[in-house]
């Protein structure tokens, strides 16, 4: 059966107080006609779980800018000056965690882990609040999992039934958000016939996919 579903169909499926994993670096691979959509929605109060606050005026920028986001948890917002300005003024919390650390808090989120030790951010404002454990003599950082109730994912190509190929460096957060969240809607610029990819070329299997819509412009 094709998972292949309209716009409207996907935005009704995100309800205000969600937690949202957004793919996309830099919006490099950020499924911008969700994104627009749900601008248009106008769907609140949400939690953002995305590498970055995107630009002013693309991807999750747009939905920042429309203060759809009660809490960010991000990497980097230096490109967004209004995600900024709503982190010093109070309006928006924003968590900024290390790149890495954050794609592990999602990996650990995805398969069921307890969390994951790194060094990472010892000995500054990362570490406060955060359990220490040490190994072999060395301290360590225990950093709890991320999950998601919704991803929204890019790919370059699907087929009916949900088994995705990325593009190059627009794979980044996708592929590890499209296995974490309790629902994932992948948009694609191109949606094929089951068998049309190769088998070899599928980068994430359909078991990590709920729905598809025709996106990419």
Not at 18 to 27: A, E, Q, Y
Not at 40 to 57: F, H, M, S, W, Y
Not at 86 to 101: I, K, Y
Not at 168 to 194: C, D, H
Request: hydrophobic letters at 40%; charged letters at 20%; aromatic letters at 6%.
């Amino acid at each position: 059966m094709s998972k292949e579903i309209a716009m409207d169909e996907a935005v009704r499926l995100i309800k205000d107080g969600d937690t949202l994993m957004v793919g996309g670096f830099m919006t490099n691979g950020t499924p911008e006609s969700l994104i627009d959509a749900l601008v248009a929605k106008g769907v609140k109060d949400l939690t953002l779980i995305c590498n970055d606050a995107g630009l002013p005026e693309k991807g999750v920028g747009k939905m920042i800018a429309n203060k759809q986001f009660s809490t960010i948890i991000a990497s980097h917002i230096g490109l967004n000056k209004e995600a900024g300005r709503q982190m010093t003024s109070g309006e928006t919390t924003v968590n900024l965690v290390p790149q890495g650390t954050l794609i592990e808090q999602i990996r650990s989120g995805a398969f069921g882990l307890g969390g994951f030790l790194t060094p990472t951010g010892k000995g500054t404002l990362i570490e406060e609040g955060k359990q220490v454990i040490t190994v072999n003599e060395r301290d360590y950082l225990l950093e709890e999992p991320l999950k998601a109730d919704v991803a929204l994912v890019f790919a370059n190509k699907a087929d009916s039934k949900g088994n995705l190929q990325f593009k190059g460096s627009e794979n980044n957060f996708n592929q590890m958000m499209a296995a974490n969240a309790t629902t994932t809607i992948v948009e694609a610029r191109t949606i094929v016939e089951t068998g049309e990819i190769d088998p070899n070329f599928i980068h994430t299997p359909s078991i990590f996919v709920d729905y598809l819509v025709q996106g990419g412009n």
